[in-house]
């Protein structure tokens, strides 16, 4: 196999076409090419004058010693499995999100058939609850944008960027590429499947499950766990399962099995997290912002990642979304939360980003692991109350955020929100230290992205599940203080996104395979 790195392209080209150029230019003979792939392919456009796409190929030929001016690598195997699993109990996952599921394709992938368990309904039915709590302001609190089938990342844009490091990491694209996503997510450097594919791709994985002895239960919520010598128990809604193998994937907002875990003595921490509001601004400017007005190539929408550190917090934006909406995010009555989502195309007028300031476990007095949650619980509630107490979220523009006086208008940029929005003054409700730093922040950013701190500029409240304000503690064989138990993904404190969230439910399910 030969790699070849770092070449760059001035033009938008097709595969057959980049693949012809990249032959010709390192003088490799077609005749002996067995394989030709896209290992990466990101933008440069530091220099604005100067945009371009940089790539890196690995070429398989028949007979490398050929071509010794070009670096040769090994070919990279998928780290085997050793499967010791012997029980006649099948190993159950509560939550159908992206560390359930991949948990689940494991299982399946090496002969054992699990039950997964989802308080949520199917995609299908999901998406009209959804749509009728855009539309209408009614919730279902058993299913929306935080619970069903997908978990939180289904209606968000699909992102699979992710800071760690793990082999495992190809094994999920080529899963996401085997059921449907995009071929380009293989080697983007910011791959994303957006929400129209996601809901497609969760259609194929349910059946493949399925069609191999998985077995799925929506719309059943665990209400009770307990054990008997090595035999666990999980109490429903819908009828009681026993297991001796018991994967919690439960998401970053559910609340009551938080509490009702903790109430059966599952050990559990405090954990740092963050809370703030979406930001959003023109996708035209960002645009002219990341790429300049000089390049001819046909970009995608543009995106940024941006951080300020102050002298005691810090401000950074999270889950950017280019030409995407902000979504009405809520899984509780009486409370407003947000979130970002953007289809494939990403191809709406407005960009959004969470702006987010880092809360620590030492800003809560005493010792209650749930401190975060109940902080979490008590700023929805305050954005409910200043949005009407009708379902529509605070809004505000960025010039009267900074200068702490309510919006009585809307300029150039409009709120994607739905059901509605109410003009509000933010500082009203989010705690000092959040504020200030938040207001800190934008001004920074505006050094950096020319018109981010634009006074027409949206902030919608509040952003409050960019992650989950518990870990519940495991051990390294990944289970809980409890035997058995498995922890696992984002909602338990081990991830924080859909990739690594996916890594981490494939090795729990590793784990219990091994055992």
């Not at 992206?98 to 199917?122: H, M, R, V, W, Y």
């Not at 300049?292 to 401000?315: F, I, M």
């Not at 934008?442 to 518990?470: C, H, M, Q, W, Y």
Request: aromatic residues 8%.
């Amino acid at each position: 196999m030969l790699r070849i790195d770092n070449v760059k392209i001035y033009e938008d080209l097709d595969k057959d076409s980049l693949r012809l150029k990249v032959l010709k230019k390192n003088k490799i003979s077609e005749k002996d090419v067995l394989l030709f792939e896209i290992v990466k392919k990101s933008i440069d456009a530091r220099d604005k004058k100067n945009v371009h796409y940089n790539y890196s190929f690995n070429i398989k030929v028949k007979d490398d010693c050929k071509y010794p001016n070009i670096k040769s690598i090994a070919e990279v195997e998928e780290p085997s499995i050793t499967k010791l699993r012997n029980s006649q109990y099948r190993p159950i996952i509560v939550g159908a999100g992206p560390a359930g599921l991949f948990c689940a394709l494991t299982f399946i992938d090496n002969g054992i058939k699990p039950i997964i368990i989802e308080q949520g309904s199917s995609v299908d039915e999901r998406i009209s609850f959804v749509e009728e709590y855009k539309t209408t302001g009614k919730l279902n609190e058993m299913c929306n944008v935080q619970f069903g089938e997908g978990g939180a990342g289904t209606f968000s844009d699909g992102k699979l960027t992710t800071g760690i490091h793990s082999p495992l990491i190809k094994k999920v694209l080529d899963y996401f590429y085997k059921f449907g996503a995009p071929e380009e997510i293989l080697y983007l450097s910011k791959p994303h499947i957006g929400t129209d594919n996601l809901i497609n791709i969760l259609r194929n994985i349910r059946s493949y499950i399925e069609s191999n002895g998985g077995n799925y239960y929506f719309e059943t919520k665990m209400t009770n766990v307990t054990k008997d010598n090595s035999i666990i128990t999980v109490e429903t809604n819908n009828g009681v399962f026993k297991t001796d193998a018991l994967v919690l994937a439960i998401g970053h907002s559910a609340r009551d099995t938080f509490k009702m875990l903790f109430d059966k003595n599952i050990e559990m921490v405090r954990k740092n997290f963050s809370v703030g509001v979406r930001v959003e601004h023109k996708q035209s400017m960002i645009n002219d912002s990341q790429y300049g007005t000089y390049t001819k190539l046909n970009l995608p929408p543009a995106e940024y990642k941006l951080a300020y550190h102050g002298d005691n917090r810090s401000c950074y934006t999270f889950c950017m979304c280019p030409g995407g909406e902000v979504i009405a995010s809520a899984s509780e009555k009486e409370a407003i939360v947000t979130n970002g989502m953007s289809v494939f195309k990403r191809d709406k007028e407005n960009a959004n980003a969470a702006l987010l300031v880092n809360v620590l476990t030492t800003d809560f007095e005493g010792e209650d692991p749930l401190a975060g949650l109940y902080f979490q619980e008590e700023l929805e509630h305050k954005a409910f109350v200043l949005g009407g107490s009708n379902y529509n979220a605070p809004v505000q523009r960025v010039e009267d955020f900074i200068n702490n006086v309510p919006s009585t208008k809307i300029g150039s940029i409009v709120p994607s929100y739905k059901p509605g929005y109410t003009l509000c003054n933010l500082n009203d409700i989010l705690p000092d230290f959040v504020s200030k730093t938040l207001k800190e922040g934008i001004l920074s950013f505006d050094k950096k992205i020319k018109g981010f701190a634009n006074p027409d500029a949206i902030l919608t409240g509040v952003e409050t599940r960019s992650s989950s304000p518990v870990t519940i503690v495991r051990n390294e064989n990944l289970m809980s203080n409890i035997e058995g138990i498995y922890p696992c993904g984002e909602g338990a404190g081990y991830a924080g996104g859909i990739t690594s969230a996916a890594v981490d439910g494939i090795k729990v399910a590793i784990n219990i395979i091994e055992r």
